[in-house]
Nanobody, 125 residues
């Protein structure tokens, strides 16, 4: 089992940057693919980015492609989401999630078994 704790959210002006971190418990972090999701008020949860077990493969939603970078440090049991050129429409609660397994990188939320509590990102115009 994995416990996930996000940090790094906050209030930022449009055009600014934030780096979200997700710290995972346990000694098997390197066997989990990781994803960042977000949910804005009144909207469904959506994938932002995902990264494979090894970090070789990544996925980005079209809405953040070119502005966000997902990375992982397996030695630190941590996954990051660097967000640049933030827009007001990026305002949401951001969740870190994990599922165990290699192979094709999944982006559907139902595949992810473990979730963090979320961190609020607010982008002012």
């Amino acid at each position: 089992q994995v416990q996930l704790v996000e940090s790094g959210g906050g209030l930022v002006q449009a055009g600014g940057s934030l780096r979200l971190s997700c710290a995972a418990s346990g000694r098997t972090f390197s066997t989990y693919a990781m994803g960042w999701f977000r949910q804005a008020p009144g909207k469904e949860r959506e994938i932002v980015a995902a990264i494979s077990v090894s970090g070789t493969n990544t996925y980005y939603a079209d809405s953040v492609k070119g502005r966000c970078t997902i990375s992982r440090a397996n030695a630190k049991n941590t996954v990051y989401l660097q967000m640049n050129s933030l827009k007001p429409e990026d305002t949401a609660v951001y969740y870190c999630a994990a599922y165990r397994g290699a192979g094709a990188l999944h982006v559907d939320s139902y595949v992810y078994d473990y979730w963090g509590q979320g961190t609020q990102v607010t982008v002012s115009s």
